[in-house]
């Protein structure tokens, strides 16, 4: 019997319109009436993915940051995973030399060494990824996206790197080429001391080995007293794949990659489609 729901956010949760749809917020209370918890898993930091949540008038505890933090209802943290200082400066180090424009989450939000470099590279990828929309269209997402997410500029990296305040939980990084993407996961994977994933194919997301969703679910299922046969995950991207596997009810969307599909128990429609929603709905048809 599923006693908890897991959903990741982008590309899933999140429609192409980055909106979570009355019909996903009406699943999930549906679900949450009959005494099933719902809990997010997402990439994204807790204000960030507050926002969206929030504006559909949906709450939740969420497993944020790919599992580097959980918090509860009300916004307390639970639990944090950091990357120690010195590997995050080496790690930091790595990708600048390969040229990637990188954000760094912290405790006091996402950081980057330069902004405007940071949205020139992002315009530029994105006219390569995406070359049928207008420079003006992707200019002004790329806009939104700094300033929805308030992305802070700290331009000397030493000043991050010496903060003992400061904690470092994840690291995006992004390029639109394939083999510097390559180049980034080979260099890094000779630590076993992170977690290397990604959320779309223009980026690599960089945790503590320990904080990565399954996990994350695992515990926090467990401070529920249920099982993780009794977890009901559901996803679309790479960082989806330690939880789907670790759940017991797992469901791709239907927009997923080939490889986060094989992994799932069950395929649900697209996140233009209700897919979640429509997950939830024949979960519980059998939930007895």
């Keep these: 019997m599923i006693k908890v729901i897991a959903s990741d956010m982008d590309g899933t949760l999140l429609n192409s319109d980055i909106r979570v749809t009355e019909e996903n917020v009406k699943a999930i209370e549906y679900a949450r009436g009959k005494g099933i918890h719902f809990v997010l898993c997402t990439g994204r930091m807790y204000d960030d993915a507050m926002r969206l949540i929030n504006e559909a008038g949906l ?59 940071g949205k020139a590279f992002m315009i530029e990828m994105f006219q390569k990824l995406h070359p049928e929309s207008t420079v003006q269209m992707i200019t002004e997402q790329i806009e939104n996206r700094f300033e929805a997410k308030n992305i802070h500029e700290i331009k000397d990296p030493e000043r991050i790197f010496s903060n003992d305040e400061m904690k470092i939980l994840k690291f995006i990084t992004f390029s639109p080429d394939p083999d510097v993407l390559k180049q980034a996961r080979e260099a890094l994977n000779v630590s076993n001391e992170l977690a290397i994933t990604s959320s779309f194919s223009d980026n690599i997301e960089i945790t503590n080995h320990e904080a990565q969703k399954g996990i994350s679910l695992q515990y926090y299922v467990e401070k529920l007293g249920v099982s993780l046969e009794e977890a009901f995950a559901i996803g679309d991207n790479m960082n989806d794949i330690s939880m789907l596997k670790m759940a017991g009810y797992s469901v791709a969307m239907g927009n997923a990659e080939d490889k986060v599909k094989k992994e799932a128990k069950f395929i649900t429609t697209t996140n233009d489609e209700n897919g979640v929603a429509a997950a939830i709905y024949k979960m519980l048809e059998t939930n007895s």
Excluded: S
Excluded at 70 to 98: C, M, P, S
């Design 59 to 117: 709450f939740a505890p969420a497993i944020c940051m790919n599992g580097a933090e959980i918090r509860d209802e009300h916004g307390k943290i639970q639990l944090q995973h950091v990357i120690d200082k010195d590997l995050a400066k080496k790690t930091f180090q790595i990708l600048t030399d390969l040229g990637m424009y990188t954000e760094i989450f912290t405790n006091i939000g996402p950081v980057t060494v330069d902004r405007e470099k």
